[in-house]
T-cell receptor, first 116, second 110 residues
Framework: GAVVSQHPSWVICKSGTSVKIECRSL??????MFWYRQFPKQSLMLMAT?????????EQGVEKDKFLINHASLTLSTLTVTSAHPEDSSFYIC????????????FGPGTRLLVL | AQRVTQPEKLLSVFKGAPVELKCNYS??????LFWYVQYSRQRLQLLLR??SRESIKGFTADLNKGETSFHLKKPFAQEEDSAMYYC????????????FGAGTRLFVKA
């Protein structure tokens, strides 16, 4: 089956620094990647939809200048949390989809971010 | 507004008992609905989708448009079914994004 990886799996950073999280589709080309955020014991909240070669579409309430998304190739999307603060501490999950209308999303294992 | 509601945060049943995880949705169109499962320490994965009308690991789910529900059912629960279950709806507009419910944790007791 299709595999999606995320790197790093966890990261601790100081407040005010920026953190980059990578999402890779290992054995398929993903035209669309999604970035989710999951708070403890809560559901996944969609942050943005990223299509290869175009600007990401952010959900309402998500600051695009704070959460920078780049989808430069069909196998890689990155999420950069800029000037991170403790409230940005969360579990970030990406998923990848092969075609625009494809039903199946393949999820990454997630990245746990802790901002001190 | 598009919304997925899972009214139960936790559902506990005995092994061999029937289980039903409830899901209701709100969507102004023809919905595409899914159930995702997340086992302990594993990533989220697709369990089943309504258009396939399939049974995976003994689970089935029927879309009831009249009641706007997509409940997940299994006649005889197994201990290995213990996991977090998310009902999800795929929006056909705005990039075909997926909206998740809050999730229900199923605990199957021996």
């Amino acid at each position: 089956g299709a595999v999606v990886s995320q790197h790093p799996s966890w990261v601790i950073c100081k407040s005010g620094t920026s953190v980059k999280i990578e999402c890779r589709s290992l054995d398929f080309q993903a035209t669309t990647m999604f970035w989710y955020r999951q708070f403890p014991k809560q559901s996944l909240m969609l942050m943005a939809t990223s299509n290869e070669g175009s600007k990401a579409t952010y959900e309402q309430g998500v600051e695009k200048d704070k959460f920078l998304i780049n989808h430069a190739s069909l196998t890689l999307s990155t999420l950069t949390v800029t000037s991170a603060h403790p409230e940005d501490s969360s579990f970030y999950i990406c998923s990848a989809r092969v075609r625009l209308s494809s039903e199946t999303q393949y999820f990454g294992p997630g990245t746990r971010l802790l901002v001190l | 507004a598009q919304r997925v509601t899972q009214p139960e945060k936790l559902l506990s049943v005995f092994k061999g008992a029937p289980v039903e995880l409830k899901c209701n949705y709100s969507y102004s169109g023809s919905p595409e609905l899914f159930w995702y499962v997340q086992y302990s320490r594993q990533r989220l994965q697709l369990l089943l989708r309504h258009i396939s009308r399939e049974s995976i690991k003994g689970f089935t789910a029927d879309l009831n448009k009249g009641e706007t529900s997509f409940h997940l059912k299994k006649p005889f629960a197994q201990e290995e079914d213990s996991a977090m279950y998310y009902c999800a709806l795929k929006s056909m507009g705005g990039g075909f994004k997926t909206i998740f419910g809050a999730g229900t944790r199923l605990f199957v007791k021996a």
